[in-house]
């Protein structure tokens, strides 16, 4: 099972003018990433990779903001955010000394996942986005219609008219990357006269990273769509999420290294905010539209909303899905409708929560949620007379408000 949530978010910046009675002088304040140290210093430097979950960090990142001293990524390094373990939501990394990257950060969408030809529905669910991104739409199988990649700029479904999906669009550009938001999903193949159409790839993540001092990037960072996968039996394809975000905010950005927010034509944003930019701005350095800005610290993101699933047919979902067919998150044995109970945070109680159904073998199905109580800040639903057919059933869930 996967959740995405995507509400409105409304900040605001206040400004302090000091005048100060004294000799004529240029004063400018010391520029501070905020952050509180409450994470301690990162230093990931061991050969291998790193799925790094932000629960076993010190401070567990709340608001999947994380408040470190330095950040040391070793030149053999490999550190990967999936959207499962952050909360389906853009990273920041604030650190209030250096921060040096030598070796590579993976915040990308999922490729649509490759079409089973002798059990196409097996492999028929959303591709995963990265962080801060939104997953792509699957094929049509069955005569069903394909569905379209989520986010606002999602890939068109694949139709009679289109065959493949449409590609991913990254439509949420300011010039201060708030609020913070990743890319959108690709759209999945038209089934046709074929045996079942191809997924959408997942959007790219949206990774923004803070220093008081100074970052050096002589290694990778990206935040990539995923591609999208191919159907069987003469069905069309699914289509490329859109590229996510990669935002630098320093005194001093500097390095020999690479960013990317690629896609296969629709790519992210790339933005450095820096008194001093040394990163060459451009093809070779720079995989993605870039901007390069002058210095600012955006507001941090708080409350961010969430919806879980919390139990099926009241056996417990685990605290991160990972929404793989071969290791399914719940297993029930039941031919009744069930109930589906969910939690939310930080959504208002008006919302509209859907749960969407994605099944190996039969057509897919939506359950509409109710509030059983609570606020805002917390509460309870219920999913009644939800049908899950025999075999794997994806499960979605989108609060609408």
């Not at 009675?21 to 430097?45: K, M």
């Not at 769509?225 to 001093?252: E, F, K, M, Q, R």
Request: charged share 5%; with cysteine; hydrophobic share 35%.
């Amino acid at each position: 099972m996967k959740a995405f949530a995507k509400g409105n978010v409304m900040m605001t910046r206040s400004y302090l003018i000091l005048v100060l009675a004294a000799l004529p002088a240029v004063v400018q304040a010391q520029f501070s990433s905020g952050s509180t140290n409450s994470d301690g210093a990162l230093d990931l430097e061991a050969s291998g990779t790193v799925t790094l979950d932000p629960t076993t960090l010190p401070n567990q990142c709340a608001n999947n903001v994380c408040n470190f001293t330095t950040i040391t990524i070793g030149a053999n390094t490999t550190v990967v955010l999936t959207s499962a373990l952050w909360r389906n939501a853009s990273v920041v990394w604030l650190a209030s000394g250096a921060v040096t990257i030598l070796g590579t950060i993976h915040a990308d969408g999922q490729p649509g996942a490759q079409m089973n030809a002798s059990n196409p529905g097996l492999n028929r669910f959303p591709a995963a986005p990265g962080p801060g991104g939104f997953p792509g739409g699957v094929g049509g199988y069955l005569g069903q219609a394909a569905q379209p990649g989520a986010g606002y700029g999602g890939g068109v479904a694949g139709s009679a008219a289109s065959g493949n999906g449409g590609q991913g669009v990254y439509s949420y550009y300011n010039n201060q990357l708030t609020p913070l938001i990743g890319g959108s999903g690709g759209g999945g193949g038209y089934q046709g006269t074929g045996t079942a159409g191809g997924n959408g790839g997942g959007g790219g993540g949206a990774f923004r990273l803070v220093s008081s001092s100074s970052i050096t990037v002589n290694g990778l960072i990206t935040a990539n769509a995923g591609a999208g996968s191919c159907g069987v039996g003469n069905a069309s394809c699914g289509s490329a999420g859109s590229g996510g975000v990669i935002h630098l905010i320093a005194p001093t950005v500097t390095g020999t290294g690479v960013l990317e927010t690629y896609a296969q034509s629709n790519t992210g944003v790339i933005e450095i905010s820096a008194a001093t930019n040394g990163i060459p701005n451009n093809n070779q350095h720079l995989l993605g539209p870039s901007v390069i800005a002058g210095l600012y610290a955006p507001p941090l993101p708080s409350g961010l909303p969430t919806v879980t699933v919390t139990s099926v047919n009241n056996v417990a979902a685990p605290q991160y899905p990972q929404a793989n067919p071969m290791t399914p998150d719940v297993t029930m044995n039941s031919s009744s409708p069930v109930t589906v109970a969910i939690t939310t945070q930080n959504i208002p109680t008006s919302t509209t929560i859907t749960l969407y159904l994605t099944a190996e073998n039969a057509a897919d199905s939506v359950a509409t949620c109710s509030l059983v109580n609570g606020t805002a800040a917390s509460a309870t639903w219920t999913c009644t007379s939800v049908n899950f057919p025999s075999g794997v059933t994806i499960t979605n869930v989108l609060a609408v408000w």
